[in-house]
């Protein structure tokens, strides 16, 4: 248990899943702290797996109302590599822009996790998906329910993208 001067140790399981990418998709989340344990997902009509990935992190970060020292588990090496290797920092240093020069992917995303994780300590780790992994496996479902759900949700940076690149 922490001590009054150590931030509380959360871990906090991401997914995401897409029928068809793009397509309908969901993410699913799961934190736990002690004997505490708390689920999150959410459906979109149009959006990609990596959004969904993002997602299932984002949520989770955005939840939390004090720094923590935080373990986040990931089935995505985007989003895990990403972190631990800090691609997201440069793009933004860059303007956005990845080191070939093309417009960095899911920016809209990237800037909220950036926000959120920087308030944390965190760890970030890769694991197997559908390997067993007893948690990562609940995200699955979680996000793999909500892509299946009814009156799915507008990926507002989804469309904004799509239309970018398609109405200019």
Not at 77 to 82: I, L, R
Request: proline share 4%; charged share 25%; aromatic share 8%.
């Amino acid at each position: 248990m922490p001590t009054k001067d150590q931030p509380p140790l959360v871990t906090l399981y991401g997914d995401g899943a897409c029928l068809g990418n793009p397509g309908p998709g969901g993410y699913g989340t799961v934190l736990l702290f002690g004997k505490h344990r708390k689920e999150l997902s959410a459906g979109y009509r149009k959006t990609t797996n990596n959004r969904m990935e993002l997602l299932g992190v984002l949520c989770g970060l955005e939840i939390l109302k004090r720094p923590c020292a935080l373990e986040i588990v990931s089935d995505s090496k985007y989003v895990v590599e990403a972190m631990q290797k800090s691609w997201p920092q440069r793009w933004r240093d860059r303007g956005w822009r990845t080191s070939g020069k093309s417009r960095a992917a899911n920016v809209d995303l990237w800037v909220r996790v950036l926000a959120a994780a920087e308030l944390h300590t965190v760890e970030w780790k890769w694991v197997k998906g559908h390997s067993g992994n007893r948690e990562n496996e609940r995200c699955d479902q979680l996000a793999l329910a909500a892509a299946q759900g009814k009156n799915l949700a507008v990926d507002s940076g989804y469309e904004e993208l799509t239309k970018t690149l398609f109405d200019s």
